[in-house]
């Protein structure tokens, strides 16, 4: 049985046991409950009624926070031709064509978002066993796969993130950091959850949402009450 920090178990005192809270309430109790001394991350996590095995019920997609995540993405561009130029002067960290492709497949992956011009995909299509276990792999779906790589690169910079369900049924997404004002929180939190609302498969029946709930980094989750995140 895994044994809790002191810390840990003073600030679970704080979150009512079973409760629902409403969203400004969870932002307010999530920043209480941080215990890590650097500025720590908020992830929300959204539970589904889906069925994670069915392909037709997969939630994937990207939405931009409109506070922003509260830190620097790091953004590669795999293209070539013009492209290159277009994704440098757009402030991608690192663009590159073969080379860069050859740099991931010896197992670099010190980035958080990989985003490639349709016509080099035919070469990144064997990095997929390098990006796909990191949930790197460059993919239509989530708009990493474009020739405007210009403003793909501009959105992942300021606070496009990308959601999709796990093996569970569970979607994990950062909203930001604890030193974000309540309001910031709770503005990226509804916008990920409206984003995910407007993905629901149509073949899903039932309850979508069954549980929301955010949690600093190292901290007790907060549960939110659905109905009145959608009110």
Known sequence: MKTRGKKYLEKVKLVEHRKKYAPADAASLVKQTSITKFDGTINLSIKLGIDPKRSDQQVRGTVSLPGGLGK???VIVIAKGEKIKEAETAGADLVGADDLIDKISKGWTDFDVAIATPDIMGSVGKLGKVL?????MPNPKTGTVTFDVARAVKE?????VEYKTDKT???HVAIGKISFAEDKIVANLTTVLEAIIKAKPSSVKGVFLKSISVAATMGPSVFIDASKVLA
């Open 72 to 74: 620097k993405t790091k």
């Open 132 to 136: 796909g276990q990191k949930g790197l």
């Open 156 to 160: 992942f910079k300021a606070g496009k």
């Open 169 to 171: 049924g569970v979607v």
